[in-house]
């Protein structure tokens, strides 16, 4: 499982402040104790209030770089912005996100080609997003033909059929297991499938049981990663467990201690 740490995303109250008071010490921590939890990429959000998202995208991105050479996951939804934040990174970026949306196939994914980085494509449009399998496969499809048109390779795409809340929208979370599983049929070899985990349990109690639960469960339909907090002992163990009871790592008798 790829897993992307969650945690440096203005969302978070520490994180927030950090931006505020232009303290460089909080997000360092949080990106090596992230890394040192099992996050093999770091997802970079300045979250919805800052004033000036580039500026502080490219503040993020050159404190994150300033302690670890892990690539970064570029996560906004202004182009403006996704361009400062590889061009601080310098290397090793992935582009969080585009939509299904044409005007935005048609300016991130040659951004992507460009800087051969890797990109997440979301199954959304300008319609919003949708709560169906179908639709969501759909949607899919749009984005792996603009990057098949554009010259992206396809080990350079990861598809997220968006998961939302499961207080706000429930019967979407199941929706979103069997966009999982028809994703992966959509193209040979199999398209990558990951999901910004933690939307599933925004809003409700037991936060870390639901997000744990729901990742096994997205794992045995053939999720590839997810974005997600790594200091969460639960979430992990699950995942851990998971890649030996789905085959994907050689059972042994200490496998928790990895
Ligand atoms: N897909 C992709 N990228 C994404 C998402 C996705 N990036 C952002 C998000 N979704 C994934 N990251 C988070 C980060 C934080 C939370 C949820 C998902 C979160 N934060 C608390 C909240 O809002 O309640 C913050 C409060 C706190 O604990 O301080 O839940 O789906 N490609």
Known sequence: MLIIGERINGLFNDVAD????????????????????????????????????????????????EVTDAALVIDSPKVTVLEAGIAAAK?????????????????????????????????????????????????????IAACMEKGLPQDNLLLDPLILPVNVTQAQVKETLEAIKMIKTLS???????????????????????NAVYLAMAMACGLDGAILDPMDKEVMNIMYTAEILLNKTIYCDSYLRA
């Open 18 to 65: 950090a931006i505020k008071k232009k303290d460089k010490k909080v997000i360092q921590d949080l990106a090596l104790k992230q890394l040192k939890a099992g996050a093999q990429m770091l997802d970079v959000n300045t979250g919805p209030s800052t004033m000036n998202p580039q500026e502080t995208m490219v503040w993020l991105v050159e404190s994150v770089r």
């Open 91 to 143: 290397d090793k970026t992935v582009i969080n996100s585009t939509t299904a949306q044409q005007d935005k196939l048609d300016k991130i994914v040659p951004l992507a080609v460009k800087y051969n980085s890797l990109l997440i494509g979301l199954t959304m449009n300008e319609k919003g997003i949708p709560s169906d399998m179908a639709t969501k496969s759909e949607l899919a499809l749009v984005i």
């Open 188 to 210: 040979t070899p199999a398209p990558q499938v990951i999901l910004g985990l933690s939307n599933v349990s925004q809003g409700t109690k037991n936060r870390s049981l639901i």
